[in-house]
């Protein structure tokens, strides 16, 4: 049996966009003593957190309190749901599985989590002898969404409660100050000029809560921070869209050697924050050499050598698998005859 609580929401702080909070958990007993465990979700995502007994004694009568920054009561079980005095951020997101309590499981699980759920969770557990404290650590992070320039992008965004929004108010954010898009009450519009003509809404999906928006003919100026707010719900979801594009390689060196023909191929214009390929490949696309670079920067230009000794076309290739991008220039090359 799942119980879920329904409380209306309140207005929520804009947090940075890696929050860590700290959940301190009474009443829990864990092997590894009081060692903190990291839980990693992604805003949007569900997520439990634990609290249960070691002895797995059943809490089914006992008062079970869930509470969020000490003074903000998240749960409260007594036998039954008592909604008096419970805190309102977390509407229709909360459940507690009953059926568990049997059990000693106590733990909760938080729906379609937000960046400012993060803070300092207690779960107390009436009645028992002993109380332990079990800190977890909730990192909350946004969703990161890569596309490939060039190609359209939707960006989702919906309210907790998923409810009916045609005639609501929500407001469509680029680093909290560019308006992508402006929705009031069955009505569309303010965007940046950056952005006119290129985003659009599913219209016939906003009765079931989706404000999502879809970017056609993504830029790499496109790459940001973007919110999603409901200021009449006090909600907003945050997005990190990074837009993704490399330039052809170019040669910067062809030298002859005592070993063969040495080329060098030069990468440039990598967008930032993606892995990058570099591979030098024959004629038969065979792999040479490759280097793979774990995170690109702005403005740098990466290089890879390989030495060749028979003559023929090789190519350069600059592959970002993330986004399914790849692009490659080739050359001839005329190695003399040995010895070099």
Known sequence: MLLTVHMSPVEMELLPLLCLCLLSVSGTTFADGNKPKVIKVTEGSDVILPCSTST??????????????????????????????????????????????????????????????????????????????????????????????????????????????????????????????????MEDGTRHQQFRGRVSLFKDELKNGNASIKIRTTTEADSGNYTCEFPDLHETLHILLVVGAVSKPSFSKVNNTKDGKQLQCEVSGASPGFKLNISWQDGSKNNLTNNEIQNTERGRSYFLDTTVTKSGTYYCVATMEEINHQVSNKIDVDVPDGPY
């Not at 599985?97 to 969770?121: P, R």
């Not at 990192?139 to 890569?146: F, N, S, T």
């Open 56 to 185: 797995e004694e059943d809490v089914t009568s006992e008062r079970i309190e869930w509470n969020k920054d000490v003074e903000k009561q998240v749960f409260l079980y007594e036998g039954e749901l008592l909604l008096s005095g419970q805190d309102q951020q977390f509407t229709d997101c909360v459940s507690l599985y009953t059926s568990e309590l049997q059990h000693g499981n106590a733990s909760i699980e938080i729906k379609n989590t937000k960046l400012s759920d993060s803070g300092d969770y207690t779960c107390k557990i009436g009645k028992l002898q002993t109380n332990q404290t079990f800190p977890i650590q909730l990192l909350v992070v946004p969703l990161i969404i890569k596309v490939k320039e060039g190609n359209s992008v939707i960006l989702p965004c919906s309210p907790r409660t998923k409810e009916d929004v045609k005639e609501d108010h929500f407001e469509w954010k680029k680093d909290g100050q560019k308006d992508v898009l402006v929705y009031k009450g």
